[in-house]
């Protein structure tokens, strides 16, 4: 069982940077494909970026590639997700989440969630 924890969302301006962390409990963390999710108001949840559990490979919507970078910190049982360059549309709540397979984009395949932080880029 791995319960996760995000932290760092916050206000930013349009054209910022902001770092999310997520951690995780439970002896296990290393052994999970990690990610982030993102739901701006009125849509669906949508896949953002993961990172395998050894942390080698990552794997990156096309909407924020090249913008957003997910590390992790096995030692730590802590995910990152470094989102720069940020815009408006990026505006959301952001999941942390862990799952079995690497990479996947569907929200399904994802056991653990965690409870969201809000992340919102002003104009």
């Known amino acids: 069982q791995v319960q996760l924890e995000e932290s760092g969302g916050g206000l930013v301006q349009d054209g910022g940077s902001l770092k999310l962390s997520c951690a995780a409990s439970?002896?296990?963390?290393?052994?999970?494909?990690m990610g982030w999710f993102r739901q701006a108001p009125g849509k669906e949840r949508e896949f953002v970026l993961a990172?395998?559990?050894?942390?080698?490979?990552?794997y990156s919507a096309d909407s924020v590639r090249g913008r957003f970078s997910i590390s992790r910190d096995n030692a730590k049982n802590t995910v990152y997700l470094q989102m720069r360059s940020l815009k408006p549309e990026d505006t959301a709540v952001y999941y942390c989440?862990?799952?079995?397979?690497?990479?996947?984009?569907?929200?399904?395949?994802?056991?653990?969630w965690g409870q969201g932080t809000q992340v919102t880029v002003s104009s």
């Open positions: 989440v862990g799952g079995r397979r690497f990479p996947v984009t569907a929200a399904w395949e994802y056991e653990y």
């Open positions: 439970g002896p296990t963390f290393s052994s999970y494909a």
């Open positions: 990172i395998s559990p050894t942390g080698g490979n990552t």
